[in-house]
């Protein structure tokens, strides 16, 4: 069977009304640079970039040299066409204008360079995640943090892609959710699986169980009863994974269903939750809810949160709908 390339994907996607020239152009330009740090990262040891960078981002957190390079990657790849105003990351405390030397496009880009990199020094996938926004109406000319501040419903496509046995770019433009393996001889993500649907029930959660003495009674109360398996309330038994990196989680979830949970817990309550709102969290819940799953904090859709800053965080449980709604009702029968 003739096989479709992200080009010719996307093009046909414009053709029915999904996108725009330069919306195509950003996202070629993004799969083109994740594309370059698949190849940094599958270098490993060989490519000198593995182990920590000597600086902290503005989460606190220790970079590692390969969040520093990929976030360079993402910029420079960005920096000339014409289609973008300003990139956002995990890894930079502010927005980057496009230089003044190229002329500013319409859309904003927001990405977590390279996701779960703690993973990378023991060599297990990890991911760029990314979300497109459409510069607010009668913005001013120079770019501003606010115009990022926009809820989930406002992107206009997300993104991620794996690093993994094979990379993996999974995109959405509001149109489905499709899969796309890159080939590697010839450097062309191809489509291989079209309008990917997450089993609506599942029986696996991911969760980082080492938490649990720190959860809010509703998560207690719920994982409790899905650890009791057929003997308790749920009936059935549960199965658990945790691959600590959210990229390679949420794939897995899109692949065979599952439920996806990084929930409050007093550790990480005065920040609001550890993941990211804008560039984790909005992303992955609009690529699940295309997939026909949920999204939600444990009290509301994620995607209709009003952001009110550019690195805030939010507790995430996403994935195979009737489970997000399940652990929801633990969360809402307070
Ligand atoms: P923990 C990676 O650092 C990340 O942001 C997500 O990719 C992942 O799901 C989560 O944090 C892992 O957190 O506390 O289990 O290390």
Redesign the pocket.
């Known amino acids: 069977m003739k096989s479709i390339t992200l080009t010719q994907f996307l093009t046909e996607e414009r053709r029915a009304g999904y996108g725009s020239t330069d919306l195509t152009q950003l996202l070629e330009v993004v799969a083109r640079a994740c594309k370059r740090i698949g190849v940094a990262t599958g270098k490993g040891a060989l490519g000198g970039v593995l182990g920590e960078a000597g600086s902290d981002n503005v989460q606190g957190e220790a970079q590692k040299k390969l969040d520093v390079l990929s976030n360079e990657i993402l910029l420079d790849a960005n920096a000339w066409g014409g289609h973008l105003a300003a990139c956002a990351s995990e890894e930079m405390a502010d927005p980057q204008p496009i230089p003044d030397a190229y002329p500013k496009g319409g859309y904003l880009l927001l990405f977590d360079p390279l996701?779960?990199s703690?993973n990378i020094d023991v060599n297990i996938a990890v991911g760029t995640i990314f979300s497109v926004l459409r510069r607010p109406q009668g913005h001013r000319q120079d770019v501003s943090v606010n115009e990022f501040l926009q809820p989930g419903t406002q992107q206009v496509a997300a993104g991620y892609v794996v690093y993994g046995p094979s990379t993996l770019l999974v995109l959405t433009l509001g149109h489905g959710t499709h899969v796309f393996t890159l080939d590697r001889e010839v450097g062309s993500f191809i489509l291989t699986r079209r309008d990917a649907m997450i089993p609506e029930e599942t029986s696996e959660f991911a969760v980082?169980m080492s938490n649990q003495r720190y959860w809010e009674a509703p998560m207690q109360r719920y994982v409790g009863d899905l650890l009791a398996g057929k003997e308790g309330p749920r009936e059935r038994d549960f199965n658990m994974r945790w691959v600590?990196?959210?990229v390679a989680?949420v794939h897995r979830i899109l692949t065979r269903g599952g439920i996806f949970s990084?929930p409050l817990d007093s550790k990480i309550a005065a920040k609001g939750g550890?993941?990211r709102l804008m560039y984790?969290a909005n992303p992955m819940a609009f690529i699940v809810e295309q997939a026909g799953g949920a999204a939600s904090t444990g009290h509301g859709r994620i995607m209709e949160l009003q952001p009110e800053a550019l690195h805030q965080r939010v507790p995430v449980f996403l994935g195979s709908k009737a489970e997000v709604e399940a652990a929801e009702r633990y969360h809402l029968d307070v």
Request: cysteine-free.
């Open positions: 996701d779960g703690s980082n600590a990196s959210m989680d990084y550890k993941l984790e």
